[in-house]
């Protein structure tokens, strides 16, 4: 079983929707959770985390995390062309491994 | 002021010689990694460093070996490079020991092995 899990896309949406995208984790254990956006050819942006449970909101972008189910997920409100990118799930695993895991990410596409 | 910057952007090389990649960071980060995304976009954690120390070491092949002259650098050099070597190669650099608050990655260097 794969550490982090993410569908794989691409994800379309129309310009104006809301994007949902989904990641799942297998470690039981872990802490904090993070968003990264990366653009073809460029370097991956962290641009939300989230350590509990719940909605944490900023600008368009809300991430919600429920550790129960060891689930993370990020919407984007007022999808612009802008946004088409790979969005990386990433999961800190503590209990002595004390690494970053990333997914292979959603590949998201807004179209006008 | 580019927070984590790496050097070269690209390189190509043939296969069998020994490259390097060097890496700096102006955040005032104590841990600084190597991510390698392969061409399938998975970005897989190679090498972990806090304070010039190796605290993570995943299997990767003996020909990859880091150096951390100080906890604002870290380099990566290659010997007797493959073809499977061929991937970008991503820098980051995180406040905390294994990145639980997050890292911030570098402009990547693709390397090409012809």
């Known amino acids: 079983q794969k550490e982090v899990e993410q569908n794989s896309g691409p994800l379309s949406v129309p310009e104006g929707a809301i994007a949902s995208l989904n990641c799942t984790y297998s470690?039981?254990?872990?802490?904090?959770f993070f968003w990264y956006r990366q653009y073809s050819g460029k370097s991956p942006e962290l641009i939300m985390s989230i350590y509990s449970n719940g909605d944490k909101e900023d600008g368009r972008f809300t991430a919600q995390l429920n550790k129960a189910s060891q689930y993370v997920s990020l919407l984007i409100r007022d999808s612009q062309p802008s946004d088409s990118a790979t969005y990386l799930c990433?999961?800190?695993?503590?209990?002595?491994?004390?690494?970053?895991?990333f997914g292979a990410g959603t590949r998201l596409a807004v179209h006008p | 002021d580019t927070a984590v910057s790496q050097t070269p952007k690209y390189l190509v090389t043939q296969m069998g010689n020994d490259k390097s990649i060097k890496c700096e960071q102006n955040l005032g980060h104590d841990t600084m990694y190597w991510y390698k995304q392969d061409s399938k976009k998975f970005l897989k954690i190679m090498f972990s460093?806090?304070?010039?120390?190796?605290?993570i070491n995943e299997t990767v092949p003996n020909r990859f070996s880091p150096k951390s002259p100080d906890k604002a650098h870290l380099n990566l050099h290659i010997n007797s490079l493959e073809l499977g070597d061929s991937a970008v190669y991503f820098c980051?650099?995180?406040?905390?020991?294994?990145?639980?608050?997050?890292?911030?990655f570098g402009q990547g260097t693709r390397l090409t092995v012809v």
């Open positions: 990433a999961v800190y695993l503590s209990g002595g491994y004390n690494k970053l895991i």
């Open positions: 980051a650099s995180s406040q905390d020991a294994g990145g639980g608050s997050g890292a911030f």
């Open positions: 460093y806090n304070n010039k120390e190796l605290i």
């Open positions: 470690d039981r254990g872990s802490q904090s």
